[in-house]
């Protein structure tokens, strides 16, 4: 058990609960609670005490999904947790099922679902819920129906997905997103500016990747997966000050599963022009790296809402491939290190005894 006792109780209510990374994330949360692994990946952990951050164990997690598998058979199906970990944790996993994903008329669904939230604080007593959204990439319409409900019961949003939700209209809540940076996009914003700043003038970019789970199947469809291909492609021209040859394929290889392999050709030139290369490969766990940011976002902006902030949370760029901005027109923050900045800024203003 986390030595870390919290005043109060959190509600997350996720959309696409049975989906991979929200599963994950729920059986991540209940093996911490149990000490069975650790709090590697958790950037917020090492703020937990000094910002008083709501601890694990008093978070409550529900959520939507049209699949109604309880989350033990979820987790299973998606193969991303070992099998030998989940069997402490299987009672707790097959007591949670999800809420029947709203349905109807698209005009209508945002009010079942604000129904599920205020009756999800009333019956478990909670001081904040916060709605997550990790819907599949092409669900759109029901993305901004969970936005919708979020605003009316004045519940903060994360929107972990590409699609657009409507966020500039949120600004009586704090809100961040979109599309959670988890891998090879991260290590291109920290790759282009440690090139930029060595004055090394990049003339082409080629990233590819494969990913066999659902999230893949989708955004490897030439036209469902179109808003992801923009928001990895986007961010290197805002970084650099200058357009190089940019192209960004996902490729759907069920073989892999949530393993990602990723490959980055990138072609540069240094003195008297001569041409240099750099190449890199990653081996990614595509829903082990984005379960923690997950908990991460929901604790950090419990403490956005716990400052009275609303509207476009900036600070959180740190967790976003195309974070939302208060002012659209200013080009968003991509240089990780510049967000890491923020971040760490941010933190420093609202740390509890600070004059």
Known sequence: MLPFVPMKRIGICIAGLDGAVASTMTAGVSLIRRGLVGTEGLVSEAFRESHALVGLESLVIAGWDPRREDLHTAVLRNAVVPKDL?????????????????SGAA????????????RFRRQEGLETVIVLNLLPTDAKADSIAYARAAAETGSPFINFTPSECGEESLSAIPTCGRDGKTGQTWLKSVLAPALRSRALRIKGWFSTNLLGNEDGRVVGHPVRGRSKIRSKTRLLGDMLGYEPFHMVQINYYPPRGDDKESWDAIDFEGFLGLPMQLKVNGLWRDSALAAPMCIDLVRFMDLACRHGGRGPQEWLGFFFKSPCRRDPRLPALHDFHLQEMALLEYLASVRPGRR
């Open 86 to 102: 989940l069997k402490s944790a299987a009672r707790e996993l097959r007591a949670l099922k999800p809420w029947k994903a709203p």
């Open 107 to 118: 005009s209508r669904r945002h009010i079942q679902a604000a129904r599920d939230i205020e």
